[in-house]
């Protein structure tokens, strides 16, 4: 990895522990200038970095751009849940398509990913179910299935950091789901956005492994 890339993720590393203590202290203008600059770093590391396959790079900064929509939409004062989903659906579709460029084939390490997901995705759609929300099944049934999708597929691509990367992408969805459906908790939000930094930061590290 060059030299800027270094730095570029450095920086985004900055701009995150600064959004992870502005959530820590619920500093909302904090959140609104670090959550999206972190991803703007990212994906400028991503572009700058010197990538074992351009092809996977190329749906792989995709995917960044597609959850920094995402991550714009949920912080939003206005309830943008569903806009924040599809981003993150499409970044997930976009992170399926880079994964598969260098796949090996090995899916028989993503059953386990599978279980755990049908696990967490029954939990999810009851708690959605009670809270009175069932426009919502579809959609989030939808978001589950793509994310396990993306899981298996950086397992099964045989890059152990994606598939790191991945399986806490999968842990910060699941958390958010927990928090909106099923049952809030005070660490829960602090969690959500360090699994997903770190995640997205494996992810852009994968591309030079």
Request: aromatic share 8%; charged share 10%; net charge positive.
């Amino acid at each position: 990895m060059n030299a800027l890339a270094v730095g570029l993720l450095i920086a985004a590393g900055a701009a995150a522990i600064g959004n992870w203590v502005s959530v820590g202290w619920d500093r909302r203008t904090g959140i609104y200038v670090c959550k999206p600059l972190t991803l703007v770093l990212m994906i400028g590391a991503a572009i700058t970095l010197d990538p074992a396959s351009s092809s996977t790079r190329t749906w792989f900064v995709i995917a960044l751009v597609l959850s920094l929509a995402g991550d714009v939409f949920l912080m939003l004062p206005s309830d943008a849940f569903v806009a924040g989903l599809a981003s993150f659906l499409l970044g997930h579709i976009a992170y399926v398509v880079g994964l598969n460029q260098a796949s090996d084939g090995t899916w028989l390490f993503a059953i386990p990913v599978v279980l755990i997901a049908a696990v967490l995705g029954m939990r999810l759609v009851r708690g959605i179910r009670a809270s009175r929300h069932p426009e919502l099944i579809a959609p989030v049934i939808a978001y589950v299935v793509t994310i396990l999708i993306m899981v298996s597929s950086a397992v099964a691509c045989g890059n152990p950091v994606a598939a790191v990367g991945a399986l806490l992408f999968m842990t910060s969805d699941a958390l958010i789901g927990e928090d909106r459906f099923v049952r809030s908790r005070r660490w829960q939000p602090l969690a959500i956005i360090v699994t997903y930094h770190v995640a997205q930061a494996l992810l852009v590290i994968s591309l030079t492994t």
